[in-house]
Structures are given as structure tokens and as C-alpha cells.
């Protein structure tokens, strides 16, 4: 992408400095699984290397490594039943905001955000 020919390109610093005047921020994400669903299967990538880009408020995730194809469905399969929760962990600033629009306590409008999958304009619509 940048870099003349010859040499194989430019060093990682230039490289960075390069990317920082264009407004591009690079940060590398600790991630220990990457679960890519499709209808058909899912790509698991353990211990992959992800690489977070933002560019002016468009992010951009790349995945480095040698998934594994499974079916649909099945990763992340023998963890979720132990903390089943954290996949659906609906922030309590939507649960507060579905509360206020709709008129109705905590408890319901989180509720009804968990039926509607965390879409925070379903959930209002069901309440009302």
C-alpha cells in the first residue's frame, strides 16, 4: 500500500508516524477467540492476532491466523453454558433509556430488551 519499490517497503515506525498524519489510529486487541457465523458454519480462530483501525470513526478489524470450520452454531459452545450471560449482557444505559421512553421499571424493560436481542427500538415498540 505505501512505499516505493525495492527494499520491501517502509519500517514500522515510518510506517506508524505515516498513519498517525492521516488520522489513522492502529491498536493490537488481546484476544484470546475470534468467532466469525455464517448460515452455513463458523470460523474459529484461537489465539488469533487482531489488529483494531480506526480511520477518522470507520473501524476496521483485521484477523490473523488459521481458523477452524465448525457448524453453525457450535463455537463457542463449551463456555456458553457456563456464563450464558455474557454473549446477551445488555448495558444498563439501554436498559435505563428503554425504561424512561417506555414508561415502565428497570426490570421490564430489560426483560424486553433480551427478547429483542439488545435492538433498543424493539424493545420500546413492544413496551408501548
Do not use: H
Not at 5 to 23: I, S
Amino acid at each position: 500500500m505505501f512505499g516505493g519499490g525495492g527494499g520491501g517497503g517502509l519500517n514500522p515506525r515510518k510506517m506508524e508516524q505515516m498513519m498517525q498524519q492521516m488520522g489513522i489510529d492502529v491498536e493490537d486487541i488481546d484476544a484470546e477467540e475470534v468467532i466469525i457465523r455464517t448460515e452455513e458454519y463458523d470460523l474459529v480462530f484461537n489465539d488469533a492476532e487482531v489488529t483494531k483501525m480506526d480511520a477518522r470513526g470507520q473501524e476496521t478489524y483485521q484477523v490473523i491466523g488459521s481458523p477452524e470450520q465448525v457448524e453453525s452454531g457450535a463455537a463457542g459452545g463449551a463456555d456458553a453454558g457456563a456464563d450464558e450471560s455474557a454473549g446477551t449482557e445488555i448495558p444498563d444505559e439501554d436498559v435505563e433509556l428503554v425504561a424512561t421512553r417506555a414508561g415502565v421499571s428497570e426490570d421490564e424493560a430489560r426483560d424486553a430488551l433480551e427478547d429483542a436481542d439488545g435492538d433498543l427500538a424493539a424493545a420500546v415498540e413492544r413496551l408501548e
